[in-house]
């Protein structure tokens, strides 16, 4: 297909909110991509992290992680395929979404890739009664190893009056595109910032960092409702849930990779 794409083709499910852990999570973004690539329908899913995580950049530096406070906390760490600093994904605050098809149904262009996947994203914060678009313009990192405080870029970060509200990336794998993302419902700020070394005060992530409770009266669920239904109608999915094999070979995934130290705390510069 070429960049000239006007949308989504194929058969879509949708997969609406399933509380699960993150390394859980992130190995189905993972082998719902597969599916796609072998001719299996392209997913469209919102998800739930249980309990809160803290997902890493596909690169960043396992030191940058406060090992200890996650522990106390009862924080579980799993590395993402995406690269970008870390995001604390609070079980009630995060709201979390991907997109998985063949690659060669979207653009191969990654600034109109991201634009066409967002646009369900866009859409379901219309719904809320938040006022969100793609940051206009450039801005500065604050504190490199969390990704709500690294420079804000207008292919992928979504902001509210100016300040951060959804974080988006994408990979390739397998013949398949992935794209994830987090939009933030509230914010747990004090959680958020505990799980780095040396990470900046409270004030200061709260003035690069908003959230849908604060910019609207839109409740949690009305929020997963409103993204559930963007993504279904941009897609033309129908509801849909993960076969057993998929979920063995979840389960397997995680073993192997998301729940695996030798994945989560490798340095990057041994990858």
């Known amino acids: 297909m070429s960049d000239s794409v006007d949308g989504p083709t194929g058969a879509w ?5 399933e509380a699960r852990p993150g390394p859980m ?11 796609a690539a072998s001719g299996g329908p392209r997913t469209v899913r919102v ?3 249980d309990p809160g995580c803290l997902s890493l950049g596909y690169h960043q530096d396992p030191e940058t992680v406060d090992w200890a406070a996650c ?3 009862g924080i579980d760490v799993t590395r993402r395929q995406t690269g970008g600093g870390g995001i604390y994904h609070d079980t009630y605050g995060d709201i979390s979404y991907s997109i998985t098809a063949p690659a060669a149904e979207f653009p191969s262009e990654l600034l109109a890739a991201y634009h066409l996947l967002c646009e369900p994203v866009l ?3 219309e719904r809320m009664g938040v006022d969100a678009d793609f940051v206009d313009h450039e801005a500065d990192s604050i504190y490199t190893p969390a990704c709500y405080l690294r420079g804000l870029h207008p292919a992928h970060d979504i902001v509210a009056n100016g300040r951060k509200i959804s974080g988006n990336a994408q990979y390739r794998r397998k013949d398949a595109v992935i794209q994830h993302g987090s939009l933030t419902y509230s914010s747990a700020t004090d959680l958020h910032l505990s799980t780095f070394v040396d990470p900046p005060d409270a004030a200061t992530f709260d003035q690069r960092v908003t959230s849908i409770a604060e910019q ?3 409740t949690r669920r009305e929020a997963v409702d409103a993204l559930e239904t963007a993504l279904a109608e941009w897609s ?3 509801d849909g849930s993960w076969t057993e094999s998929e979920l063995q ?4 995934r995680v073993a192997e990779r998301y729940a695996a130290d030798e994945w989560v705390r490798r340095d990057p510069s041994d990858r």
């Open 236 to 238: 033309g999915a129908t």
């Open 47 to 49: 998800y739930q992290w």
């Open 249 to 252: 070979k979840a389960e397997n």
């Open 13 to 17: 499910r949708l997969i609406g909110e």
């Open 71 to 73: 522990d106390e906390q």
């Open 25 to 35: 999570q992130m190995a189905l973004d993972e082998i719902a991509a597969e599916t």
């Open 123 to 125: 859409d379901a914060f």
């Open 216 to 218: 609207s009266e839109t």
